[in-house]
Nanobody, 118 residues
Framework: QVQLVESGGGLVQAGGSLRLSCAASGSILGINAMSWYRQAPGQQRELVARIRSGGSTNYADSVKGRFTISRDNAKNTVYLQMNSLKPEDTAVYFC????????????WGKGTLVTVSS
């Protein structure tokens, strides 16, 4: 089992910045990728950013150039630095840990709310 705890959400004005953190604990050895997803009211959950065990990253087109995913292996923590925030970034942000296997297994945090005011 893997436990994921997100923090860092809050209310920010458009153009501002926030940094989200996701602390992982439990059976974390072998995680293939850590990701941030978000879900806005009435919308489907969408992938925001992913960092793989080898360090490669990918981002949703809507956040490229504004958001940065990173990790601190010593702290078992993944971060999402969000700059130049827009009202459309308002959502609950979820942390995800993925084990690629047959079948693959993933774990989710409970989410942290980010609200961007115009």
């Amino acid at each position: 089992q893997v436990q994921l705890v997100e923090s860092g959400g809050g209310l920010v004005q458009a153009g501002g910045s926030l940094r989200l953190s996701c602390a992982a604990s439990g059976s974390i050895l072998g995680i293939n990728a850590m990701s941030w997803y978000r879900q806005a009211p009435g919308q489907q959950r969408e992938l925001v950013a992913r960092i793989r065990s080898g360090g490669s990253t990918n981002y949703a087109d809507s956040v490229k150039g504004r958001f940065t995913i990173s990790r601190d292996n010593a702290k078992n923590t993944v971060y999402l630095q969000m700059n130049s925030l827009k009202p459309e970034d308002t959502a609950v942000y979820f942390c995800n840990a993925l084990f690629i296997a047959t079948p693959s297994v993933d774990y989710w945090g409970k989410g942290t709310l980010v609200t961007v005011s115009s």
